[in-house]
């Protein structure tokens, strides 16, 4: 049984946020746990290339915006999933941090970060 407190996991500053990495690669589940904080205010161009990726909004709000500019809502209670290796914005509203839990599947070794460049997603 694995059992753990956010003051005691990974913290990672991710790019426009932090991500508390609960669960990883080295613990033999296949999949990654994330308590991720997006800052207010920043928008995130993503991919993830070798990762499908599920988001549960627990505070604050946002949105995820497709590349074909198609624009999803995301507020507590709703779930957001990255099923095609999707390329996408992360927007946090201007007035509060997003607040999201993330399941990485296949898992993430914990160290990974985004490269925020404009002219492309950030990948990893």
């Known amino acids: 049984m694995i059992v753990r407190d956010i003051q005691s996991v ?14 990883l690669a080295e613990d033999g589940l296949g999949y990654t746990l994330t308590d991720t904080v997006v800052l207010a205010g920043t928008k995130s161009r993503l991919e993830y290339v070798n990762h499908l990726e599920a988001c549960y909004c627990i505070a604050g709000s946002g949105e995820v915006i497709e590349l074909d500019g198609t624009s999803h809502e995301i507020v507590p209670g709703r779930m957001y999933a990255l099923d095609q290796h999707d390329a996408h914005f992360l927007v946090a509203s201007p007035d509060e941090d997003l607040r999201l839990v993330c399941v ?8 990974e970060v985004h490269n925020l460049d404009a002219a492309r997603s950030s990948a990893y």
């Open 10 to 23: 990974k913290t990672v500053e991710w790019g426009n946020g932090q991500s508390r990495r609960f669960l």
């Open 104 to 111: 990485f599947s296949p898992a993430l070794r914990g160290d």
